[in-house]
């Protein structure tokens, strides 16, 4: 089987975890410093900014919360998002507003998020699909006019930059995944960039149960009385550990030659399916643009794209359609408000088929699912393509 995603773990990610059980502190420790202090710097920020969480999930949840949203409240989100997003918002008793995003890239553009936008707007979420940067500049100065907190879904885009301005770092918070299938891997994990200090203070409390100082061992040498507990308001526990830290801390020394490999896939699939009739490929990046090349995505005639992902899937190719829209989703409408209409959104979820893109496919594996790609498309639409 071809995988959409496959995980590059190792020798050095087994010594690296191997040398946390020598030292037999397992749990929130040096090492998730260590990978809190790398990532920060990888960002361009200070390590008092990020914290090292379980998920990104938790992280979408931790930025709502820090946020303060209320009933009432609205939050405007792309509609091709993960649902961890819409999850946030409901837990948060406010409500999601689905916003259109461009038909070929997937992301949304300022115009987009504009149309969305209420008095009742607490909150802005931008998914950066792929891996894509997106129009983020000037969406974050679209919310810094409108006085709107944006929270930057960079799940996909863990090297993704715009004029060497790290995405992630455009907003008010930002949080990255690391799960086992994303592009750095920690088995499960992610992290939590929030840009003002104290609110980042506040935030590393929320994720481990609200406390202003942890009693255990480690402040056992601080405080006369450490088992004694400080808790200004209450949390929830989220944090990493040093075991996912160890595995985090190789994984981004070795995230510059991962983008490389995924670019140079993106390229292959870029040059042999050019001009094939009926399949269009991703548009080019903008001038300025870093993307990390999560996803890569063909787009098909909605009467071909299911049959092609099945035709492939018997090739022992697995492909996907990465995000179901979630403004047909039941659970995220409101009662008697009706959604604002989404032809970008609709248009591209018909039309989109991500493939297999991660750093363990060789090059033959690259071009035999351009063959299989082919030749699905050619016996579907009965007859050669171009």
Known sequence: MINLFQPQVGAEELDAVAAVFQDRWLGHG??????????AAHLGVGAEHVVF???????????????????????????????????????????????DVDPRTLNPTPEHVEQALTARTKAVIVLHYGGYPGD?????????????????????????????????????????????????????????????AEQALRVRRLAYHGLAQPSGFGYAKVSARWWELDVPEPGRRVIGNDMTAAIGSVQLRRLPEMVARRKEIVALYDRELAGLDG????????AGHESTHYFYWVQLDPELRDHVAGDLLADDIYTTFRYAPLHKVPAYRTEGVEPLP????????????????HPGLSDDDVLTVVASLRK??????GGPAA
């Open 279 to 286: 399949v269009l490929t991703p548009p080019p990046l903008p």
């Open 30 to 39: 040096p090492r998730t410093k260590e990978f809190e202090a790398s990532f």
């Open 342 to 357: 989404l032809p970008g959104s609709d248009w591209a979820s018909d039309r989109t088929l991500c493939l297999p893109l």
């Open 136 to 196: 983020i500049a000037a969406i974050a100065e679209l919310c810094r006019e409108r006085g709107v907190p944006l929270v930057e879904d960079a799940a996909c885009s863990v090297a993704s930059r715009v004029d060497g301005k790290a995405v992630g770092t455009y907003g008010d918070l930002a949080m990255w995944s690391f799960d086992a299938m994303k592009v750095l891997v920690t088995g499960d994990g992610g992290m939590i960039y929030v840009k003002d």
């Open 376 to 381: 699905a498309v050619e016996n579907r639409r």
């Open 53 to 99: 969480i379980n998920s990104g999930t938790a992280g979408l949840f931790l930025a709502l919360e820090a946020l303060g949203l209320q009933e009432g409240d609205e939050v405007v989100l792309p509609s091709l998002s993960f649902l961890a997003a819409a999850n946030a918002v409901l837990t948060c008793g406010a409500r999601p507003v689905f916003c």
